[in-house]
């Protein structure tokens, strides 16, 4: 959105971070932002409880079978569009495009032809 960062009795500082976070349904969701120049977002990370929760599989899957895999995976309520894509949002042009991982992955690859243009 446009405007300023801050509301009224602040004091602005740049190149300062905040970390937030809330216990949603599926864990932890962390947000972590860092302020720039004139009151501008110059960095902002998100990570979303599923993206957490699946390094816990390899030792939930341990012995056993391949049928019971799907209940298991289904046990940490996966929420896969946390994990498999993201938003961006031209608030100039007052557009968005989603952009899947495997574009992310091949423009972090090649650097060119950028998806997020």
Not at 26 to 39: A, E, F, K, L
Not at 87 to 97: A, E, I, L, M, Q
Request: proline share 8%; aromatic share 12%.
């Amino acid at each position: 959105p446009g405007g300023p960062l801050m509301v009224e009795g602040f004091t602005y500082i740049p190149h300062r971070f905040a970390l937030g976070f809330a216990e949603a349904p599926r864990g932890d969701d962390i947000h972590w932002s860092m302020t720039g120049d004139n009151q501008k977002l110059y960095r902002w990370r998100c990570r979303a409880a599923t993206y957490a929760n699946w390094p816990t599989l390899r030792y939930m899957l341990r012995g056993n079978t391949v049928s019971d895999a799907p209940l298991i995976i289904g046990s940490l309520d996966p929420c896969y569009s946390c994990t498999d894509r993201m938003t961006v949002v031209d608030v100039r042009k007052k557009k968005s495009k989603v952009v899947p991982y495997k574009e992310l992955e091949r423009y972090s690859i090649e650097r060119k032809n950028s998806p997020l243009k």
